[in-house]
Each structure stands twice: as structure tokens, then as C-alpha cells.
């Protein structure tokens, strides 16, 4: 294969990983487990913002989608979470 | 309204959306086809008018400027407005009892940090802070910039926080010094852009000397400062928000309390 279809590959794969993460985003309930899997999707994301060639937008959406959004979310869950 | 008659609503709603929509793509240019004239003189011009490697940067912080200057202070009005919030409501609390923060932080009954848990935490704040600080210094060679090198300074805080050590974090991280920092920052920025005012050159103009050669940590005049202050911006935007939210987490007897059971939903 040439290195063009590798990228090709490669990025067809990162859309539909991408796509899968997002069901599964949007299909989970319970709320830990969603931060969890928003993480994982952020991560996705930014796999596939560097197979489309954009390595700054990658760190950005590492840092703020697989770290920083998911902590805060955590840290707002674990706050309003009522004691049983 | 029926039910039916809002699905007949909806199907006409979806069925116009799907039409605008497949129409609008067969107006798309084909993948990776870019036609517009911006990005090719940009990669040609970029790198004599700037000195730097890094183009993303040099458009970032040099030829849209005035649009990152905006973006900086969304995060600032954003940090600053929680902060004021949040702070407020801690305020009420201390009247109402006699507790500091610290000592609730002592006292609050968890579950201890596991050792591995503490370790790695600790293992990793050295070079993640390493990496952030290095990301946000060197914009002109690298593809990043202050941005995600702040953020990333800030999670190695958030490390020594996870490696249960609370009191560490609060101590790192004064939140005077950090109002101040993040001040400094934003408004750091704003003055490179105005110092090129007070010159005569247009907002946010690169008037440094533009340093050796293309590639030289030294090259690129005010997009090295510029990213710089962003990344000192960022760093305690970020920490003040989750310190801020932390504190409230500790304080307000929310969730870990008691040592409770993850409910569902």
C-alpha cells in the first residue's frame, strides 16, 4: 500500500471509531459512566483530528476533551450527587 | 396538537433538513480539495514575514491575532465569573461555621489514595509540567501553542491533587497568586497588541526584532511572547476552575462525604 492509502485507511477508520463513540456517548445512562465514555471520545477525536493533519487541534482537544472537560463534569456530578 | 399531526410535522421538518442538507454537500469542494486562495499564500509567505516554523502559531498568535486576543479573554471572563460565584457561596459558608477549608479537608472521610494510584500520580507531574511548559515556550517551532501547554501545565496540579495529596494542591496553588497570573496573562497580552498602537503599527503588530534564523527558539518576535503569556493565562484559568470546583466539592459536604455508593441514573 502507499503511504496515501495507509492515510486513507487510517482515516476511515478514525471517522467510524469517532461515530461509534458518539452512540455510545449519547446511549449511556448513568452518569460516571458517561463522563468516562466522554473522555474515551475525546480521545477519539483527537486520533482523528492527527490522522487529518492537524496536530494543534489535537493536543486542544486532548487536553480539554479527554482531561479538563471530563474532571470538571466529575467534580459538578460528585457535588450535586444526594447522599443515600 | 395530536400526536400524529407532530409526526407529520416532524417527517416534514426531517424531510426538508435531509433535502437543504444533501444539497448543501454537493456544494462541498472535493476531500481535501481546499480552493480557496488564504492557505497557500499563507504557507508560502509565513515563514519570511514571521521567522516561524510553527505556522499554526504564526497564524494564531501574529495573522489573526485580534481573533485569539478575543478567544483569551472568553477563558478569562469564564474563570473570572466562576470564581466570583463560587466564592460568594464559600463566603456564606464560612459564616455559618466555624470550619476551614483545610481542616474539612483533614477530616472528610474517603477512601485512602491507593499507593499505585499515588505513585504514578507523582511519577508524572515532573514531566507533565515539563511538557506544558515546553509547549507553551515554543510555539514558533512547534504545531501547539500557549493554549494546550497551560492546560497541560495545569493537570500536572490536578496530578498532585489525584495523588491524594489535597492540602499539596491548595498550597501549590494560591489563588491570589493565581487571579494575579491569570490577570497578568490576559492582560499581558493585550498590551503587546497596544504597545504596536502607541508605535503607530496596527493592534497586535509583530514589532520585535524577528531573532536568527526560521526554526531558532529565539525567531518570531512577538508570537513566542504572545504565546507565552497565553500559556500563563491558561495554566491558572485552569487551575482556579477545577480548584474552585474542588474546594466546593470538599466543602460543600458533597458526594464524598460519606463514603456513598455510585447510584444509577
Same mark, same amino acid.
Given at each position: 500500500m502507499t503511504p496515501h492509502a495507509v492515510m486513507q485507511v487510517l482515516q476511515v477508520v478514525a471517522l467510524v471509531l469517532v461515530a461509534a463513540g458518539a452512540t455510545v456517548v449519547v446511549r449511556t445512562r448513568q452518569r460516571v459512566r458517561l463522563v468516562i465514555a466522554l473522555s474515551a471520545y475525546g480521545m477519539l477525536l483527537a486520533i482523528l483530528f492527527f490522522v487529518f493533519q492537524a496536530p494543534d487541534v489535537t493536543l486542544s482537544e486532548l487536553t480539554v476533551g479527554a482531561i479538563a472537560l471530563p474532571l470538571i463534569l466529575l467534580l459538578a456530578i460528585s457535588k450535586v450527587r444526594k447522599p443515600e | 396538537m395530536t400526536p400524529k399531526l407532530r409526526l407529520w410535522l416532524f417527517a416534514i421538518g426531517a424531510a426538508g433538513l435531509v433535502a437543504c442538507y444533501l444539497w448543501a454537500f454537493g456544494g462541498l469542494p472535493g476531500f481535501g480539495n481546499y480552493p480557496g486562495p488564504y492557505g497557500p499564500e499563507i504557507l508560502k509567505d509565513a515563514i519570511p514575514q !514571521?521567522? +516561524? !516554523? *510553527?505556522i499554526v502559531s504564526a497564524v494564531n498568535f501574529d495573522y489573526r491575532g485580534f481573533d485569539t486576543v478575543g478567544e483569551e479573554f472568553i477563558l478569562f471572563t469564564a474563570a473570572a465569573g466562576m470564581s466570583v460565584v463560587l466564592r460568594r457561596l464559600r463566603g456564606e459558608r464560612q459564616q455559618e461555621q466555624d470550619h476551614s477549608p483545610a481542616d474539612e479537608v483533614m477530616h472528610r472521610n474517603v477512601a485512602p489514595t491507593s499507593s499505585a494510584l499515588r505513585v504514578a500520580a507523582l511519577v508524572l507531574v515532573g514531566p507533565t509540567a515539563l511538557i506544558g511548559w515546553w509547549l507553551a515556550t515554543h510555539a514558533q517551532t512547534n504545531p501547539s501553542g500557549g493554549f494546550q501547554g497551560g492546560v497541560i501545565l495545569a493537570s500536572a496540579f490536578m496530578l498532585v491533587y489525584l495523588s491524594g495529596e489535597s492540602i499539596a494542591f491548595r498550597r501549590l496553588s494560591p489563588v491570589d497568586l493565581l487571579d494575579v497570573a491569570e490577570a497578568m496573562g490576559a492582560g499581558g497580552f493585550a498590551a503587546v497588541g497596544l504597545a504596536a498602537v502607541a508605535q503607530g @503599527? %496596527?493592534? @497586535? $503588530?509583530? $514589532?520585535l526584532p524577528l531573532g536568527g534564523? %526560521? #526554526? +531558532?527558539? /529565539? /525567531?518570531?518576535g512577538t508570537i513566542a511572547l504572545i504565546s507565552f503569556l497565553v500559556g500563563i493565562e491558561v495554566a491558572a484559568a485552569f487551575i482556579l476552575i477545577t480548584g474552585e470546583l474542588l474546594e466546593q466539592t470538599l466543602l460543600r *459536604? #458533597? *458526594?464524598?462525604g460519606g463514603r456513598q455508593k455510585e447510584g444509577s441514573g
Open positions: - | !514571521t521567522n +516561524a !516554523t *510553527g @503599527l %496596527p493592534f @497586535l $503588530y509583530n $514589532y534564523s %526560521p #526554526g +531558532a527558539v /529565539s /525567531s518570531s *459536604g #458533597g *458526594g464524598r
